[in-house]
């Protein structure tokens, strides 16, 4: 595998249910993201992390729960969700959190809908 | 606040050029960046800014007039394949990403 990874790639899940998604990086970075991107809107920062310590978090409802066990892997963890949270979800990554031409490598993706 | 904006579609001709515009309004600036996302697909970088002027990469520019607040990408002999969605977006004094809600470019034979 190369660049950034993401799995699952599709997920539907009802509002009760408890899901996780899954990013790997084998960049060798030490900065990772969560983006939520909703149609016809900017991509919204959920959450950041450098050297596997919470840098950013946007002011995201308790519901969306961030894990990042090593440098390489990144997890979001979800619970009772409301429909308003179907999206797609992104995860990138990049060399460093604090560095201007800090260019982002992004993951596929996970398309979650939310009955 | 902060604030990204570039216009939500534009239309072109294969072969032709076309410009995407971007102005922003942001606290503080640490460099502009432009992405291509496909419908379905990951982000892909473009290009980086941080000094004014332009920056030219094969077919693809892009230019920067920190002054004015301001943007464009500039796509030459246009292809089929970049009809995407084209995203700015400017690293802030926190060096956060704050990004435009994208240009989605339409290529007609």
């Known amino acids: 595998e190369t660049g950034v990874t993401q799995t699952p790639r599709h997920l539907v899940m009802g509002m009760t249910n408890k899901k996780s998604l899954k990013c790997e990086q084998h960049?060798?970075?030490?900065?990772m993201y969560w983006y939520k991107q909703s149609a016809k809107k900017p991509l919204e920062l959920m959450f950041v992390y450098s050297l596997e310590e919470r840098v950013e978090n946007n002011s995201v409802p308790s519901r969306f729960s961030p894990e990042c066990p090593n440098s390489s892997h990144l997890f979001l963890h979800l619970h009772t969700l409301q429909p308003e949270d179907s999206a797609l979800y992104l995860c990138?990554?990049?060399?460093?959190?604090?560095?201007?031409?800090?260019?982002?490598?992004f993951g596929p993706g996970t398309r979650l809908t939310v009955l | 606040g902060q604030n990204i904006d570039q216009p939500t579609e534009m239309t072109a001709t294969e072969g032709a050029i076309v410009q995407i515009n971007c102005t922003y309004q942001t606290s503080g600036f640490n460099g502009l960046f432009w992405y291509q996302q496909h419908a379905g697909e990951a982000p892909t970088f473009l290009s980086y800014?941080?000094l004014d002027g332009l920056e030219e990469k094969g077919r693809f520019s892009s230019f920067l007039s920190r002054s004015k607040g301001y943007s464009y990408l500039l796509l030459k002999e246009l292809q089929m394949k970049d009809s995407a969605s084209y995203l700015c977006a400017v690293i802030d004094s926190n060096y956060q990403l704050i990004w435009g809600a994208g240009t989605k470019l339409i290529i007609k034979p």
């Open positions: 800014n941080v």
């Open positions: 990138a990554s990049s060399q460093d959190f604090t560095s201007g031409s800090n260019e982002q490598f």
């Open positions: 960049l060798g970075h030490n900065a």
